[in-house]
């Protein structure tokens, strides 16, 4: 065989060595966003400026994604990488010392709380914290109760390897100015505050809401009257952690017929949307789909597999043929 075939062989197998241990880092850049590169609610960050010791600190990014900088006030650092950091930092102390040319950040620790509030409240959704809130807090970030909650039915849902523990709390001591429960908070904890509802009682029957899929507890929801789908999720246990929020399907029969909706709940989680909150009515259907991966984290085992066995083939094929 010619040397120029024997060459090609050889590089052949070399470039596709050399995927395969880059394909991982490509693969990951392509999948993953930045998110989890960028600073959040609670991140620690190490300021160095080289030359002026004095400056150094460590600054920790408050609920509001900001940290409080000496001399210069709140800068809002959420959602920016480290390096991007540097420059908005960099550039807001050069108003007080206009010969500053290099500050160093550094990501130290995430110390991040995120509890998620559900229900009746001003602004339902994820509420992050930079150390474990009180009941107070949670409530006070919510936006406090609306007028039809029923703060004395609340409760705390939490999520460990034991499975879902559901605890009561009575949160009505927030208008008579009485101490509310001392509870404990943990990190990703759900406190539901349901509506108020007029004491009756009703039993499980036709009428009630079919709830099945990626919830604690498939199972029928008693409801006689139009309820908010986040009461009726949380009826059903909650959905699980691996449930994908924007795809909760909600099945309506009118006028004899069925209509089938894809509801985005996400969006309702995130900005509050009520449209994404509709109202369940006695006899729908409801469906939490799970959370599927992406066709890259799917097929990337396949893609690495095809790529090593190549490689492997290529390079015995060239030893054999230059013994």
Request: glycine share 8%; hydrophobic share 45%; no cysteine.
């Amino acid at each position: 065989m010619s040397i120029r075939k024997n060459t090609w062989f050889r590089s052949a197998g070399w470039l596709a060595l050399w995927a395969l241990v880059l394909q991982p880092g490509l693969a990951l850049a392509q999948v993953d966003d930045d998110e989890g590169q960028r600073l959040r609610n609670g991140d620690a960050i190490a300021v160095t400026v080289p030359g002026r010791p004095a400056l150094d600190q460590t600054l920790v990014l408050d609920a509001s994604g900001r940290v409080a900088l000496p001399e210069v006030g709140d800068v809002v650092l959420v959602g920016l990488t480290v390096a991007e950091a540097e420059t908005v930092l960099r550039n807001r102390l050069r108003v007080f010392y206009p010969t500053l040319d290099t500050i160093e950040v550094e990501l130290r620790s995430s110390t991040q709380v995120t509890l998620y509030v559900l229900g009746e409240v001003r602004q339902p959704g994820e509420h992050v914290f930079v150390a474990v809130p009180s009941l107070w807090d949670v409530l006070r970030a919510a936006g406090g109760p609306d007028d039809n909650a029923d703060l004395r039915m609340s409760r705390i849902v939490r999520e460990d390897d034991d499975g879902q523990t559901v605890l009561a709390v009575d949160l009505s001591g927030v208008f008579d100015g009485s101490q509310l429960p001392d509870e404990v908070l943990q990190d990703g904890d759900t406190l539901f505050v349901p509506v108020l509802r007029d004491g009756t009682v009703t039993t499980v029957g036709v009428d009630g809401v079919r709830v099945f899929g990626a919830v604690a507890t498939p199972t029928v929801v008693a409801i006689d009257e139009p309820t908010q789908l986040v009461d009726v999720l949380m009826l059903a246990g909650a959905p699980l952690t691996d449930s994908d929020l924007g795809k909760v399907w909600w099945v309506h029969s009118t006028d004899q017929r069925y209509v089938s909706r894809r509801v985005d709940f996400r969006n309702f989680l995130e900005n509050g949307d009520p449209l994404s909150n509709p109202l369940v009515y006695p006899g729908d259907t409801i469906e939490v789909e799970l959370s599927r991966p992406g066709w890259a984290a799917q097929n990337l085992p396949v893609i690495l597999g095809m790529i090593a066995t190549t490689a492997t083939v290529l390079l015995a094929y060239d030893r054999l043929t230059n013994e």
